[in-house]
């Protein structure tokens, strides 16, 4: 069956952003010109996503505000000649269909729990990319295509991203171990979330892109709280790869980049701009005057 929905999990407090998300979602803090949730969107949907639930924060509408049809701007800006402009706001709503839902305070805290609250809108059977809300890729070919292709390809109940990160960073993600002769060398026997450097069982770390299957959402229904008192995807893909579920860690062919922190955030705030033609000999210029 084709993959066409997706959930993202946009429902955190952002609390190392604070005060800037006491008003504004972490998700829409801007990279350049766009909100970080407009890149994961735009993913999405050059991977063939249609539609794409946003587990929100309860209180916020800033989600609905921005993927709204906005006419009144749209008219003001091809008044002025500024037809460019209009149409990459035209765009934004066309982009897929947008369900947004609210975090349920009954569930519990954790990575996974955004999963739960999306299930009334995954058809029992149907798989679905999941996303982190703060994970940025930069790649030819978008990374939930890639991973949707292994799915497919292997015939996996779950597929995560993972890149390799520094020794000392291992603690801050979950961490997989590769299994011994597998017909495909990126099926998992073991993943550790948070692991202390002793502990990491290699320097692969998973981050905030997924295909899953059906069984993901069962498996999270049936999984314990883990370290924290959280619900963790890296706990229900463990469980999985335990039971000899086929389950799949693949190195991605791009970068991964985080916005969890701020220095993270100016790092991607940079690497993107670095990207832009019209941005990129100035800011290398004054990075230069900076450095002396």
Same mark, same amino acid.
């Given at each position: ?38 890149? *994961?969107?735009?993913?999405?949907? @050059?991977?063939?996503?249609?539609? %794409? ?8 509408? &800033? ?34 269909? %947008? ?7 009954? *569930? ?31 790649? $030819? ?35 997989? &171990? ?36 059906? #069984?993901? %959402? ?8 883990? $370290? ?32 969890? #922190? ?20 100035? @800011? *290398? ?8």
């Amino acid at each position: 069956m084709k993959i066409t929905k997706a959930v993202i999990a946009a429902g955190g407090l952002g609390t190392r952003f604070l005060p800037a998300t006491k008003s504004v979602p972490k998700e829409m803090l801007p990279i350049i010109d766009k909100p970080i949730i407009h890149y *994961l969107v735009e993913e999405l949907a @050059l991977s063939g996503i249609k539609e %794409i639930i946003i587990i929100t924060r309860p209180g916020f509408n &800033t989600f609905n505000e921005y993927f709204k049809p906005e006419k009144n701007i749209v008219k003001a800006l091809q008044k002025s000649g500024k037809e460019d402009l209009a149409k990459i706001l035209r765009n934004i709503p066309k982009m897929a269909k %947008i369900i947004l839902r609210p975090q349920d305070s009954n *569930l519990p805290y954790g990575n996974a729990s955004p999963m739960l609250a999306a299930k009334k809108y995954i058809n029992k059977g149907e798989s679905f990319a999941y996303m982190f809300g703060d994970d940025m890729t930069l790649s $030819k070919i978008p990374v939930t295509k890639q991973l949707i292709d292994v799915f497919n390809r292997q015939k996996a109940k779950a597929v995560l991203a993972v890149q390799k990160v520094p020794l000392e960073e291992v603690k801050l993600y979950g961490v997989v &171990t590769y299994k011994k002769n597998a017909k495909y060398k990126y099926e998992i026997e073991n993943l550790v979330e948070k692991p202390s450097i002793k502990e990491a069982p290699s320097q692969m770390a998973q981050f905030g892109r997924f295909v899953f299957s059906y #069984d993901v %959402i069962k498996e999270t229904e049936n999984t314990a709280l883990g $370290k924290g008192n959280e619900l963790w995807v890296a706990d229900v893909l463990n469980k999985m790869a335990h039971e000899g579920k086929k389950v799949i860690a693949q190195p991605i062919k791009g970068e991964w980049l985080t916005t969890g #922190d701020p220095l993270r955030f100016i790092k991607t705030t940079l690497k993107f701009a670095m990207q832009r033609p019209e941005l990129k000999e100035e @800011l *290398l210029d004054f990075v230069k005057k900076e450095l002396k």
